[in-house]
DNA sequence: ATTTTGCATAACTATATAATTATGCATCAG
DNA sequence: CTGATGCATAATTATATAGTTATGCAAAAT
């Protein structure tokens, strides 16, 4: 049971003396008188019940408890720390922002509901939604410039640093618009896609490797036909009114295949299956309206899969 | 600037009234009178100079500065209980503990430092080390057995409620003794090792279904003489002593090839390339030893790389 | 138009608190 | 042996606290 008499007072004054391993330092250091801290740190020594520092004549040392107890007691301070400082960034600016990376993937399946559940539990954070290639995302956050980053995982040798939340997991399509010439086959020859101009990833894209190795594994060599493009909206205007087929992560045009706008080409694209998530920063710890964020996101993933799984039964 | 004389008793104070949008109902779980809890309330408007309430006659709610400061306020008393119930468990068991889960990758050649290294920071916490097939150890880690898991990043539909925090990446190798036949050739045909027992990871390990695809890559097909094993101190020996060709991912070998012990065949496996890191849960927070603990590997890791690169030039 | 609801304020009281100074006592260095 | 170091304890004091009861007051409900 929680002391409710314990003041941050006692966890400073403890974690100053178990920093300067000495309660006359600490008492210099905050500015009191030694018998003050000695005081202190036994009430707080008695709010928990147990020792927490052995007293010898040359300075004091943590006990198994002490050492135990000061981790938490940090963490607590810094809480309220931080908690103090929120305020004043609201004061001063007016609210709380979040900024928030978004990839193709789950810019226009996840991520609209999520933010929209979101802000009905905290409509005074400002979220601000950056789409990019992912190599810019990555970067940003990394130097923090954003908070989080919705979508595929990265490859490695972009991670380091990173954390990676799992969601669920996707492949990869070819889709074309309904009516299209090689969907008259009921088994087409899926190297007839050369035939066509095909709209595939750029370079920088997270999904490039594993298109390429797909195309490859399938005995499609180089495409002659091809636009390289990020635009969700423009491949998706463009393979509408041309027979272009869009080689494209599924979560980007799940909705247009539900809805019957495009058409999925059978083909087996199991090898491009991999996770879609959320990437943080490790060693800024996660502030809380994030976490809400997360929390938000991850309803709504699994929500939206279930969905998913639902529609294909 | 933080107030030294807010207590927790105003924290949970503010806490329930948050909770409840009521501060007679607040009183009521409180056990305390009315005008007891909104003084309580003022005090804390008063240390932190911001209005966390906006009173009207039906109840109360929370302003913008109130909204902010809830998450921080809980995350403090949680910090805090925590660490009050920390000391009881370490009262009765005689100390924390640790469980671990390492994969095969890592057992030999991360964490042995990492830990070690850990234990200098933190001697009273018992690592307590877990080894065995990743499924088996990412169920135990979603349960709660385990409170990391250190390795390879697991098959997607495992990592459900999982977080993955990467370390670095690596390859499989495939190692033969020194002296093995293929090696007299300086290029020899890979689809050679059909003629020799193959160590190869078990069904269920996480790299059986990369090994698959890199053998199919290479045009060779099913291993007419195979062995599966977890076991890298068999597969160590047995390699060792016999013409066998042991495919693993490369971390569990790596110090017996830089030893000369092993030999790498010279084969493309840049396919096999994957991520290696740390899983958690995401729901229970992460406590403040295996947070230690996490840095220590993460900081083994990054030594342990550049090390390596190093090597390789 | 009352009554009820929900919160604030005031007045009061017994404790608790947060310091202080003065002092004691063991250990360690010289 | 002596003094310095480092912490604990005691005595003291002004202030803060954590509650209490009693009361007021505006909005909402009846």
Chains 1, 2 share one sequence.
Not at 17 to 22: E, G, L
Not at 116 to 124: A, I, M
Request: net charge neutral; aromatic share 4%.
């Amino acid at each position: 049971m929680l002391d409710q008499r314990i003041k941050f007072r006692h966890l400073t004054c403890f974690l100053e003396v178990a920093r300067q391993r000495s309660v006359v330092k600490a008492a210099d250091t905050l500015s009191i008188t030694q018998p003050a801290v000695s005081k202190t740190i036994r009430e707080l020594e008695e709010h928990l019940d147990a020792r927490l520092f052995d007293r010898s004549k040359r300075g004091v040392t943590l006990t198994d408890f002490g050492k135990v107890f000061l981790r938490y007691a940090g963490a607590s301070v810094t809480a309220l720390r931080q908690g103090v400082d929120s305020i004043s960034q609201v004061r001063m600016q007016g609210g709380l922002s979040i900024n928030l990376g978004v990839l193709p993937t789950v810019a226009a399946s996840v991520m609209p509901n999520a933010i929209r559940h979101f802000k009905t539990l905290s409509p005074d954070t400002t979220v601000k939604v950056v789409a990019g290639p992912n190599v810019m995302l990555m970067g940003q956050l990394r130097v923090g410039e954003l908070d989080l980053v919705v979508g595929r995982l990265a490859e490695p040798d972009q991670m380091s640093g990173l954390s990676f939340i799992h969601l669920y997991s996707e492949h990869i399509s070819l889709v074309a618009r309904p009516g299209h010439p090689l969907l008259a086959d009921k088994n087409p020859d899926i190297t007839r896609i050369r035939e066509f101009t095909v709209l595939v990833p750029p370079k920088h894209a997270i999904i490039h490797p594993t298109v390429d190795k797909m195309l490859i594994a399938h005995g499609i060599g180089a495409l002659p036909d091809r636009i390289e493009t990020v635009s969700t909206s423009f491949g998706r205007a463009f393979t509408r009114e041309t027979d272009a087929i869009w080689i494209i992560s599924n979560g980007a045009v799940a909705s247009d295949i539900a809805e019957g706008h495009l058409v999925e080409l059978p083909i087996d694209t199991s090898d491009t299956f991999g996770p879609v998530g959320l990437t943080t920063r490790i060693d800024s710890p996660i502030s809380p309206p994030v976490e809400m964020l997360i929390n938000a996101v991850r309803e709504e993933a699994s929500r939206h899969h279930s969905e998913q799984a639902a529609a294909k039964t």
